[in-house]
């Protein structure tokens, strides 16, 4: 697998442990990155780090940290299980938009929605996803709240292996 980039945020969140438990479970991706909200989805094309920080921070110019709240979960048809987030969202899809600009422009998916949430499981089928949700559901008492005070940049370097590149916090201004 050749190195490929993801622009994520880390929502400062109390439920931090009991989110990390439930994702050592249910997803393969926990012992790689902690659980996040995907910003701009993994690409693969060489790249000017210096540049994305760049282009990164010009995105979040003017944003100061914000509060997000975790009100649902969902089981996905495609096997993925969702932390949904309410309060926050537009926010985060604003920032999406922003970050999905120049030289990450090529990369935006036009055959998705973008709906921002966090990961928290992987099924091999719907009823195993349901069965996860469910289970989910009695472990979490939402609404969770949660805090996003900056961006990074994570580098995926196989299907077991990855961190975090470099960190943008949201200052505001």
């Not at 969902?74 to 938009?97: K, M, T, W």
């Not at 999905?100 to 089928?125: E, F, K, M, N, W």
């Not at 289970?135 to 994570?154: E, K």
């Amino acid at each position: 697998m050749d190195t490929r980039f993801a622009v994520v945020a880390f929502p400062e969140c109390d439920a931090h442990e009991q989110i990390e438990t439930i994702r050592r479970r249910y997803d393969p991706l926990s012992g790689v990155i902690d659980a996040h909200v995907t910003l701009v989805f993994p690409f693969g094309d060489a790249i000017d780090q210096s540049g994305l920080a760049r282009h990164v921070a010009g995105a979040l110019t003017g944003l100061q940290p914000f509060d997000i709240t975790l009100e649902t979960v969902s089981a996905e048809r495609d096997g993925y299980v969702f932390l949904n987030i309410g309060a926050g969202a537009e926010r985060l899809a604003a920032i999406h938009d922003r970050l999905y600009s120049g030289p990450l422009a090529r990369h935006r998916s036009r055959t998705h929605d973008y709906r921002p949430h966090i990961t928290v499981g992987q099924a091999s089928s719907g009823a195993t996803a349901a069965g996860m949700q469910a289970a989910i559901q009695r472990t979490l008492a939402f609404p969770l709240a949660a805090r996003v005070r900056g961006l990074a940049l994570f580098r995926l370097d196989g299907p077991a292996a990855g961190r975090v590149a470099w960190s943008i916090p949201l200052l505001g201004g």
